[in-house]
């Protein structure tokens, strides 16, 4: 799904030069909910947006889902972003004033899809994260852990092969942590590959790979507790494993 | 038609955007309003002043300077005033396919059925009946006079509105300073930007006259000369003026082919020099055939103040330009986060640099707007300080076209910089 060979990525100043990644490579496969941990300035953020196509990298190979991104110029960048990628950032990072509707609706639109199609996928991406009868509601009228969900099926609505979170319970209080977590996990057991960066090591336990990054090096890899999955989940598109988890979660109540 | 619905998303991303900061988009386009205002009130009178009022025949009209004064004062420069028989001998030539010969003059006019005794100071145009299909005249009612002589006159439309509510006044007679003439003919509403037929003396922004008149009519019954003359003899009235030196008849013709202009060159120099051969007059052979444009020029129909002060108005346009740019920066620098946002989800620089532009083409609708109705202000407030302009000071459907446009342009121009700036912030550093 994502494969990282030898990146790194400099930032220059006038006197300065930061090697925020060094020769790091990484290979996530399909189905795989990892775990980026690692002390502050790391380099945990800067893999991340490299991953997601929000930053360059200066040396190395990177190939998402089969495609090798060197080279590739800012439309077909922004085309990856859109169709393959699920965002979900720390500060949830919704438009205040848009309704949530609005906000989910928001990445839909520069995939040129109808307007009855967008209306569906918003639909399906808010019933998934348990909102669908606040699509008319304001980010400011939701709590934490309800916009951070906004956010989930902001990064969902569209589908996508990876999602990539940035510490998405930072923000948040220890009981909407886990419901979010929760939410997370069940789209994992559903097949979703997730790479998550987190300082929480309780939550870099609970998944199945947990990667440690010091001095834009790759530190370590450590197995902690397998969830077991079937190995039949496989190559599901998020939305499709989502469907799965919430369906699993009617039966289970 | 996922193009449409972008178009009208971006739209709506616009109208967002203005609610959002609707002080500083008042001031933005406050700021470009005034300046493309101003420019636009500005050409607006440059366009009366510089418009060729006839283009159909504009370069086939030559108004006539002949130089016949009998002696060597004034100095040795054609005339744009001709004495009657040098006027007479223009019209006679058969290398022309049409002429006029007029001079203008005022009379009080008055319905001579009416019993009310109001009367209407008019301006009259005293010429010969070529002058109607020279300067393309256009009719109401009836038709010209067929010769310079009778009873007969032609009355514009604002006499006609005032003295006959604009109905068909044909056949209707006028007492003009106290001689009965029959009307034969009403014109349509006519403005000519520049009066060409007479810009001299500073009348190039005049209205067109209120009363034709034949010419041989007017001298007949003594009707003054109103514009400039010059006489080398003594007379007591016009009507003494056609076997004397006294200059005040402006000559037209029209050529059917600019090339025959040498022909009548050499006709005009040949007269001249037939006449220096006769001793009438001790001067150099010199005279002058000016198409319409040309005629304007030598009069210097545009005003050089009203040039410079459009020069100026294209400066402070910039200014203007710079000012809703700076505000237009501060705008996008406090949006980089929502512009990081949409980078980080899927939209391509492109797409941006799209929604930028629509919203800067719908600033400038809005700014085209208020700019015109400023630039409407400007005009009347001109006419307060300067009378002169008020038949030229007039926003024409061109000048609302280019208004609209420049708006655009300013619009599109001001938010360049801004939207370039803001699509150069990395994404993961909008987003922190």
Same mark, same amino acid.
């Given at each position: 799904?994502?494969?990282?060979?030898?990146?790194?990525?400099?930032?220059?100043?006038?006197?300065?030069?930061?090697?925020?990644?060094?020769?790091?490579?990484?290979?996530?496969?399909?189905?795989?909910?990892?775990?980026?941990?690692?002390?502050?300035?790391?380099?945990?953020?800067?893999?991340?947006?490299?991953?997601?196509?929000?930053?360059?990298?200066?040396?190395?190979?990177?190939?998402?889902?089969?495609?090798?991104?060197?080279?590739?110029?800012?439309?077909?960048?922004?085309?990856?972003?859109n169709?393959?990628?699920?965002? %979900?950032?720390?500060?949830?990072?919704?438009?205040?004033?848009?309704? %949530?509707f609005?906000?989910?609706?928001?990445?839909?639109?520069?995939?040129?899809?109808?307007?009855?199609?967008?209306?569906?996928r918003?639909?399906?991406?808010?019933e998934?994260?348990?909102?669908?009868?606040?699509?008319?509601?304001?980010?400011?009228?939701?709590?934490?852990?309800?916009?951070?969900?906004?956010? %989930?099926?902001?990064?969902?609505?569209?589908?996508?092969? %990876?999602?990539?979170?940035?510490?998405?319970?930072g923000?948040?209080?220890?009981?909407?942590?886990?419901?979010?977590?929760?939410?997370?996990?069940?789209?994992?057991?559903?097949?979703?590959?997730?790479?998550?960066?987190?300082?929480?090591?309780?939550?870099?336990?609970?998944?199945?790979?947990?990667?440690?990054?010091?001095?834009?090096?790759?530190?370590?890899?450590?197995?902690?507790?397998?969830?077991?999955?079937?190995?039949?989940?496989?190559?599901?598109?998020?939305?499709?494993?989502?469907?799965?988890a919430?369906?699993?979660?009617?039966?289970?109540? | 038609m996922?193009?449409?619905?972008?178009?009208?998303?971006? &739209?709506?991303?616009?109208?967002?955007?203005?609610?959002?900061?609707? =002080?500083?988009?008042?001031?933005?386009?406050?700021?470009?309003?005034?300046?493309?205002?101003?420019?636009?009130?500005?050409? !607006?009178?440059?366009?009366?002043?510089?418009?060729?009022?006839?283009?159909?025949?504009?370069?086939?009209?030559?108004?006539?300077?002949?130089?016949?004064?009998?002696?060597?004062?004034?100095?040795?420069?054609?005339?744009?005033?001709?004495?009657?028989?040098?006027?007479?001998?223009?019209?006679?030539?058969?290398?022309?396919?049409?002429?006029?010969?007029?001079?203008?003059?005022?009379?009080?006019?008055?319905? !001579?059925?009416?019993?009310?005794?109001?009367?209407?100071?008019?301006e009259?145009?005293?010429?010969?009946?070529?002058?109607?299909?020279?300067?393309?005249?256009?009719?109401?009612?009836g038709?010209?006079?067929?010769?310079?002589?009778?009873?007969?006159i032609?009355?514009?439309?604002?006499?006609?509105?005032?003295?006959? !509510?604009?109905?068909?006044?044909?056949?209707?007679? #006028?007492?003009?300073?106290?001689?009965?003439?029959?009307?034969?003919?009403?014109?349509?509403?006519?403005?000519?930007? +520049?009066?060409?037929?007479? +810009?001299?003396?500073?009348?190039?922004?005049?209205?067109?006259?209120?009363?034709?008149?034949?010419?041989?009519?007017?001298?007949?019954?003594?009707w003054?000369?109103?514009?400039?003359?010059?006489?080398?003899?003594?007379?007591?009235?016009?009507?003494e003026?056609?076997?004397?030196?006294?200059?005040?008849?402006?000559?037209?013709?029209? /050529?059917?082919?600019?090339?025959?202009? +040498?022909?009548?060159?050499?006709?005009?120099?040949?007269?001249?020099?037939?006449?220096?051969?006769?001793?009438?007059?001790?001067?150099?052979?010199?005279?002058?055939?000016?198409?319409?444009?040309?005629?304007?020029?030598?009069?210097?129909?545009?005003?050089q103040?009203?040039?410079?002060? =459009? &020069?100026a108005?294209?400066?402070?346009l910039?200014?203007?330009?710079?000012?809703?740019?700076?505000?237009?920066?501060?705008?996008?620098?406090?949006?980089?986060?929502?512009?990081?946002?949409?980078?980080?989800?899927?939209?391509?620089?492109?797409?941006?640099?799209?929604?930028g532009?629509?919203?800067?083409?719908?600033?400038?609708?809005?700014?085209?707007?208020?700019?015109?109705?400023?630039?409407? /202000?400007?005009?009347?407030?001109?006419?307060?300080?300067?009378?002169? #302009?008020?038949?030229?000071?007039?926003?024409?459907?061109?000048? &609302?076209?280019?208004?609209?446009?420049?708006?655009?342009?300013?619009?599109?121009?001001?938010?360049?910089?801004?939207?370039?700036?803001?699509?150069?912030?990395?994404?993961?550093?909008?987003?922190?």
């Open positions: 799904m994502l494969n990282m060979n030898n990146i790194s990525r400099i930032y220059q100043s006038d006197t300065i030069q930061t090697h925020a990644l060094r020769d790091f490579s990484l290979r996530v496969n399909e189905g795989e909910f990892v775990a980026v941990t690692g002390p502050s300035g790391s380099g945990k953020s800067t893999f991340l947006n490299v991953a997601g196509l929000l930053d360059n990298f200066d040396r190395g190979q990177y190939e998402l889902d089969g495609v090798s991104v060197q080279g590739l110029k800012d439309d077909e960048l922004s085309r990856l972003r169709e393959k990628i699920g965002f %979900i950032f720390q500060n949830y990072n919704l438009i205040p004033d848009y309704s %949530i609005d906000n989910v609706d928001m990445p839909l639109r520069y995939r040129g899809f109808s307007a009855s199609e967008r209306k569906r918003v639909e399906q991406a808010l998934k994260v348990g909102l669908a009868s606040r699509f008319k509601y304001l980010p400011s009228q939701l709590s934490g852990g309800q916009q951070q969900r906004v956010a %989930i099926a902001r990064a969902l609505a569209g589908e996508p092969k %990876i999602l990539l979170a940035d510490e998405p319970t923000n948040l209080d220890s009981l909407m942590a886990r419901q979010v977590m929760e939410i997370l996990h069940n789209l994992n057991n559903d097949g979703a590959t997730i790479i998550m960066v987190t300082h929480d090591p309780d939550q870099a336990r609970e998944v199945n790979r947990n990667v440690q990054v010091i001095d834009g090096q790759l530190a370590d890899f450590k197995i902690y507790a397998p969830l077991g999955r079937s190995s039949e989940v496989k190559s599901k598109t998020i939305s499709e494993a989502a469907s799965a919430v369906a699993e979660e009617v039966e289970n109540a | 996922p193009n449409d619905s972008m178009f009208f998303y971006n &739209l709506t991303l616009a109208m967002q955007s203005f609610k959002r900061a609707p =002080t500083l988009y008042f001031l933005i386009i406050l700021t470009l309003s005034i300046g493309v205002g101003v420019m636009c009130a500005n050409l !607006a009178l440059v366009n009366s002043m510089a418009s060729d009022p006839i283009p159909e025949k504009s370069a086939n009209l030559f108004h006539i300077n002949m130089n016949t004064w009998p002696d060597d004062q004034p100095p040795d420069e054609p005339m744009h005033i001709l004495r009657y028989r040098d006027a007479m001998a223009v019209t006679k030539s058969n290398l022309t396919k049409g002429s006029a010969v007029f001079y203008a003059s005022g009379v009080y006019a008055r319905d !001579a059925e009416s019993s009310s005794m109001k009367r209407f100071d008019s009259v145009r005293a010429t010969t009946p070529g002058f109607f299909e020279l300067t393309n005249a256009p009719f109401a009612y038709s010209a006079f067929e010769n310079s002589t009778g009873m007969e032609v009355i514009g439309d604002e006499l006609n509105q005032k003295i006959f !509510a604009g109905k068909n006044s044909v056949g209707k007679t #006028l007492e003009l300073d106290g001689e009965l003439l029959t009307i034969v003919g009403v014109l349509k509403p006519w403005l000519l930007r +520049p009066l060409f037929y007479h +810009p001299t003396e500073g009348r190039a922004f005049n209205l067109t006259d209120d009363i034709f008149a034949p010419l041989e009519t007017a001298i007949d019954l003594g003054s000369i109103h514009a400039r003359s010059s006489s080398a003899v003594n007379y007591t009235g016009i009507e003026t056609r076997d004397k030196d006294v200059y005040y008849l402006q000559a037209w013709v029209e /050529l059917a082919d600019i090339n025959q202009k +040498p022909a009548l060159q050499s006709y005009l120099d040949n007269y001249s020099q037939q006449l220096k051969d006769a001793g009438e007059h001790p001067l150099a052979i010199k005279n002058e055939l000016h198409n319409v444009n040309e005629w304007l020029k030598v009069n210097k129909v545009v005003d103040k009203v040039l410079a002060f =459009t &020069l108005s294209v400066l402070f910039s200014v203007c330009i710079f000012n809703a740019s700076s505000l237009l920066l501060s705008r996008f620098h406090a949006a980089k986060f929502e512009v990081g946002l949409r980078r980080a989800i899927g939209a391509s620089n492109r797409h941006m640099l799209v929604q532009l629509t919203e800067s083409v719908l600033l400038g609708f809005f700014t085209g707007v208020v700019a015109l109705v400023l630039s409407w /202000l400007f005009l009347k407030l001109s006419v307060q300080f300067l009378p002169r #302009l008020a038949n030229i000071a007039v926003l024409e459907p061109k000048l &609302l076209v280019l208004g609209m446009l420049l708006a655009l342009v300013t619009s599109i121009a001001s938010a360049l910089y801004p939207i370039y700036r803001a699509n150069c912030y990395s994404i993961s550093a909008e987003l922190k």
